[in-house]
């Protein structure tokens, strides 16, 4: 990991940075062969990717490597940071209507009835979250939430997601994550109330959420 921190930390999230295993071992405090035993480590786990092109090698932080670090950042939100509740940050953007074919199924809307006390209006808000809120929206991935069990309806097996509790601009509402997600920038919010119209939300607006754990 401090491999990894290292590069974004000269600017390796960006783009490429060129890098010497001397140097490498210097800022590290390992020598040479270790620093480039290292590099090719995080070359080979997808986590940096080096320009060929170019006579001094430079390399950068590779999405994958991103993500991880991007956890990392998450953990040490958890330990100084986050207690009951975090806020998000993401631009309401138009999905492809998908989350409105799922909240009129009866199998989600009986579970949202009976455990969020409210059935939500049949859409959802999406917002897309960026930059550091990526670590936050990661906290919610790993955190358990409220359960939304899977069920089969016309011959079509619905997968089992999970809820948080929120509040957007003072009105209740929730996240709502599928529970096989690993990796998504886009944050799905229900509520009794249609949200675009109540607080006025447009694509391109940024959103503030705060959810609780």
């Known amino acids: 990991?401090?491999?990894?921190?290292?590069?974004?930390?000269?600017?390796?999230?960006?783009?490429?940075?060129?890098?010497?295993?001397?140097?490498?071992?210097?800022?590290?405090?390992?020598?040479?062969?270790?620093?480039?035993?290292?590099?090719?480590?995080?070359?080979?786990?997808?986590?940096?990717?080096?320009?060929?092109?170019?006579?001094?090698?430079?390399?950068?932080?590779?999405?994958k490597g991103v993500e991880v670090l991007q956890r990392e950042y998450a953990d040490y939100q958890r330990i100084f940071e986050v207690r009951e509740r975090v806020t998000i940050t993401g631009k309401a953007t138009?999905?492809?209507?998908?989350?409105?074919?799922?909240?009129?199924?009866?199998?989600?809307?009986?579970?949202?009835?009976?455990?969020?006390?409210?059935?939500?209006?049949?859409?959802?808000?999406?917002?897309?979250?960026?930059?550091?809120?990526?670590?936050?929206?990661?906290?919610?991935?790993d955190e358990p939430g409220i359960p939304i069990g899977e069920f089969t309806a016309g011959g079509r097996t619905f997968g089992a997601a999970k809820c948080f509790l929120a509040t957007l601009k003072g009105v209740d509402c929730a996240v709502v994550l599928p529970v096989r997600t690993h990796h998504t920038d886009v944050l799905e919010v229900i509520s009794k109330e249609f949200l675009r119209g109540r607080l006025d939300i447009v694509d391109g607006d940024a959103v503030e959420l705060v959810v609780s754990l």
């Open 1 to 63: 990991m401090d491999t990894l921190k290292h590069i974004a930390l000269r600017g390796g999230i960006g783009g490429f940075v060129p890098i010497s295993s001397r140097e490498f071992g210097q800022a590290l405090g390992v020598s040479q062969q270790s620093a480039s035993q290292r590099i090719l480590e995080l070359l080979n786990d997808g986590l940096v990717q080096r320009d060929l092109a170019s006579r001094r090698q430079r390399v950068k932080v590779s999405a």
């Open 94 to 141: 138009s999905g492809l209507g998908e989350g409105a074919f799922y909240m009129r199924q009866k199998g989600y809307k009986e579970q949202f009835r009976k455990k969020l006390g409210y059935e939500p209006y049949e859409g959802t808000l999406n917002l897309k979250v960026q930059g550091a809120d990526m670590a936050k929206l990661m906290i919610l991935i």
